[in-house]
């Protein structure tokens, strides 16, 4: 199969954003964690999902990876027809698609087709939310396999997409496909291309009473937003931790690094060592961080900070018990929907990049303070996820 679809096998093993939090006790008694099992007659579907985690899960199972996956599948085909809900039935659509993937890209030729099939057989689900969620998967398979097109097919696959969704109801079904085509602008190589497909469905979704086809189409308009800022200024707001207004208006003058992130991401605290060295190395110079916290509670945000000594400006505007941190106005306006987005910003507050990471970061400031000898960043000591 083609690299450029890769999925990680570790990422599918582990589930964690599928598993319940206690898949770990279970795997101790589940007769579906023992290698050597030949049977799998779950009481319920509840059981069965817990028992088919686990096993997953299980680092000690001695089975081949490929025959690991085929046997989790195989117990989620005996869950699937178990009376359940909603909800799990959403779980499983996913938790398939991940080991199709894996599968194929292990060398199973035929696991592509066989997850096209799966999803079809999904899509005809009695229930909206499932089948919204299988035909999601449906269209989100046919944009990554889309990837390997040239520039001028992977356009016109999104454009024609747009046309479908548009020529659609306005319901749970169309504002999902928009915000996953959305999510994929990235395929569209010309800016202001993608720009207008975003545009396009924020406009058709604005005309909506509905107020979630409204929230899509305020997501959407950020999306347009964040796809046009190259080359023009950026706007953030919010309170700082200290409890008071930023004022980013007065960083002008300073090269600044806008980072979205969360206590909760591992990847964002995965460039916090370097960030770090830099910080140091340029800070004195004119350079600053602010990091906007995508997190529910500011509390937890007030003692990482603490305990992790983060230098740089920290922004937070979580509020009230039904915060949410993706629904961060900063977040919204730029339709920041992945994490961490790291965006960098000139002198004059126009912003240079908007993935700054890793090593471009590194190789960007050393292109703007020339003077200024870069650090190095093998050395900095690794930060170890929250």
């Not at 085909?77 to 959403?90: H, R």
């Not at 004119?286 to 509670?297: A, P, Q, Y």
Request: with cysteine; hydrophobic share 40%.
């Amino acid at each position: 199969m083609k690299d450029w679809w890769k999925v990680s096998v570790a990422l599918v093993l582990s589930l964690a954003a599928l598993a319940p939090a206690n898949a770990d006790d279970a795997k101790a008694t589940d007769p579906a964690t023992q290698p050597a099992e030949t049977t799998f007659a779950p009481a319920n579907a509840e059981e069965g999902w817990k028992q088919t985690d686990a096993f997953m899960r299980d680092q000690s199972n001695p089975l081949p990876v490929n025959e690991r996956l085929l046997k989790g599948i195989q117990m989620m085909d005996v869950v699937w027809e178990m009376p359940s809900d909603a909800e799990l039935k959403k779980k499983m659509v996913w938790m398939r698609f991940s080991l199709r993937l894996t599968l194929a890209n292990l060398g199973e030729e035929d696991s592509v087709d066989l997850l096209k099939e799966d999803l079809q057989k999904y899509a005809q689900h009695e229930d909206l939310a499932v089948k919204t969620e299988a035909i999601d998967g449906q269209l989100t398979l046919e944009l990554l396999l889309a990837r390997s097109l040239d520039a001028e097919a992977r356009t016109e696959l999104m454009q024609q997409k747009q046309q479908e969704i548009e020529a659609m109801p306005v319901g749970p079904l169309s504002t999902r496909l928009a915000t996953t085509l959305a999510k994929n602008l990235s395929m569209v190589s010309d800016n202001a291309v993608a720009s207008k497909i975003a545009d396009g469905l924020a406009s058709h979704f604005a005309e909506s009473s509905d107020e979630k086809a409204q929230a899509i189409a305020e997501e959407l308009k950020g999306f347009s937003r964040r796809i046009n800022l190259v080359g023009n200024p950026i706007r953030v707001v919010g309170k700082r931790l200290d409890g008071q207004d930023l004022d980013f208006a007065s960083l002008k003058g300073k090269v600044v690094l806008v980072d979205f992130w969360a206590t909760w991401c591992g990847p964002c605290i995965g460039e916090f060592p370097n960030l770090k060295k830099l910080y140091a190395a340029y800070h004195p110079h004119g350079f600053e961080v602010v990091g906007i916290s995508l997190d529910d509670t500011k509390s937890i945000v007030e003692t990482f900070v603490s305990q992790r000594e983060i230098p740089w400006i920290v922004v937070c505007n979580a509020e009230g018990d039904d915060y949410k941190g993706f629904r961060d106005e900063n977040a919204v306006y730029y339709g920041i929907n992945a994490i961490p987005q790291m965006i960098l910003v000139d002198r004059n507050g126009i912003v240079l990049d908007t993935e700054a990471r890793g090593e471009k970061l590194a190789e960007l400031l050393a292109e703007m303070f020339p003077d200024v000898e870069a650090p190095n960043l093998k050395e900095a000591e690794k930060d170890s996820t929250p």
